[in-house]
């Protein structure tokens, strides 16, 4: 089993930054896919960003390119969601995801674990 916690979640205002973590423990993340979703009131959960195992490759959703930066450090087995230039409909509850893969993909299907969500607010 992989157990993930997220942390940096807060309140922001529009233009500001937030660092998101998520610590993994149970497994080795060098052996885990990860991903950020996000999910808004009364909306659909959205992938957000997603890093491959190697940390060779990331994707990202449009809307949030050049902005936000997934990264890994395999060695602390953590993972980073970076967010520059929040806007409030980057709004939410963000999760963070692993699946026992090389990638994840962009379909919250795909994924084996999620953490339990850091809310993300952004004033304008």
């Known amino acids: 089993q992989v157990q993930l916690v997220e942390s940096g979640g807060g309140l922001v205002q529009a233009g500001g930054s937030l660092r998101l973590s998520c610590a993994a423990s149970g497994r080795t993340l060098s052996s885990l896919a990860m991903g950020w979703f996000r999910q808004a009131p009364g909306k659909e959960r959205e992938f957000v960003a997603a890093?491959?195992?190697?940390?060779?490759?990331?994707l990202y959703l449009d809307s949030v390119k050049g902005r936000f930066t997934i990264s890994r450090d395999n060695a602390q087995n953590t993972v980073y969601l970076q967010m520059n230039s929040l806007k409030p409909e980057d709004t939410a509850i963000y999760y963070c995801?692993?699946?026992?893969?090389?990638?994840?993909?962009?379909?919250?299907?795909?994924?084996?674990?999620w953490g339990q969500g850091t809310q993300v607010t952004v004033s304008s």
């Open positions: 995801a692993a699946r026992s893969a090389y990638y994840g993909g962009t379909y919250y299907e795909n994924y084996d674990y």
């Open positions: 890093i491959r195992w190697s940390g060779s490759s990331t």
